[in-house]
């Protein structure tokens, strides 16, 4: 069984830039997570889709943060523009419904020069 | 909203020894308490979970214990070998919501 899949692992970039980040959830997985990883304030809930449709984006810092789920298979988080604070490890995560565990992809480091 | 408080946030411990992380609560209307293990350069991965209506649960060296009056849960590990060194999160879910709130981690180091 595949696990969640992310991309790119590493991303390096500067300030300003658009940056976008993949997720692939395992199959029939039905909730999909964006988490933001620092140290400062350890793991944090951006966003999360249920069917594909956005549920609570609470977590979303800014505007200049956004996210989308176009089918069951495929997730992207997108920062524009992007800056230095958000440097971070982003990981998604998929669940097979409300009860069940969350399954972490292994992240991507963004750093924002 | 849910406020979950882990300590300690570092632990060495030496091989063979057991490790005890704990965790409180602070919402008594979360009933599901992972545990997520992650190892350098990857996810958190589940380890263990209990839900709130059984008080401990065990698998192999690892068990977690739950005091729902108490509002507080742990993890232990028995026997500890090298390879259990990371960083552990608990984690609490409210019975109503899919939002997972972590604890800031714990990174342990088992010495051989």
């Known amino acids: 069984d595949a696990g969640v899949i992310q991309s790119p692992r590493h991303e390096v970039t500067e300030m300003g830039q658009e940056v976008t980040l993949r997720c692939k959830p395992i199959?029939?997985?039905?909730?999909l997570f964006w988490y933001r990883q620092t140290m400062m304030r350890g793991l944090e809930l951006l966003i999360y889709?249920?069917?594909?449709?956005?549920?609570?984006d609470s977590g979303m810092p800014e505007d200049r943060f956004s996210a989308k789920m176009p089918n069951a298979s495929f997730s992207t988080l997108k920062i524009q523009p992007s800056e230095p604070r958000d440097s971070a490890v982003y990981f998604c995560?998929?669940?097979?419904?409300?009860?069940?565990?969350?399954?972490f992809g292994d992240g991507t480091r963004l750093s924002i020069l | 909203g849910e406020n979950v408080e882990q300590h300690p946030s570092t632990l060495s411990v030496q091989e063979g020894d057991s490790a005890v992380i704990k965790c409180t609560y602070s919402?008594?209307?979360?009933?599901?308490f992972p545990w997520y293990k992650q190892e350098l350069g990857k996810g958190p991965q589940l380890i263990i979970d209990?839900?709130?209506?059984?008080g401990e649960k065990k698998d192999q060296r690892i068990a977690v214990t739950l005091n729902k009056t108490a509002k507080h849960f742990s993890l232990h590990i028995t026997e500890t070998q090298p390879e259990d060194s990371a960083v552990y999160f608990c984690?609490?879910?409210?019975?109503?919501?899919?939002?997972?709130?972590f604890g800031t981690g714990t990174s342990l180091t088992v010495i051989p």
């Open positions: 209990i839900r709130s209506n059984v």
């Open positions: 889709f249920n069917n594909n449709v956005p549920i609570d």
């Open positions: 199959s029939g997985h039905d909730y």
């Open positions: 984690a609490a879910r409210r019975n109503t919501g899919n939002q997972f709130y």
């Open positions: 995560a998929s669940s097979r419904d409300a009860g069940q565990p969350q399954h």
């Open positions: 919402d008594s209307a979360s009933n599901y």
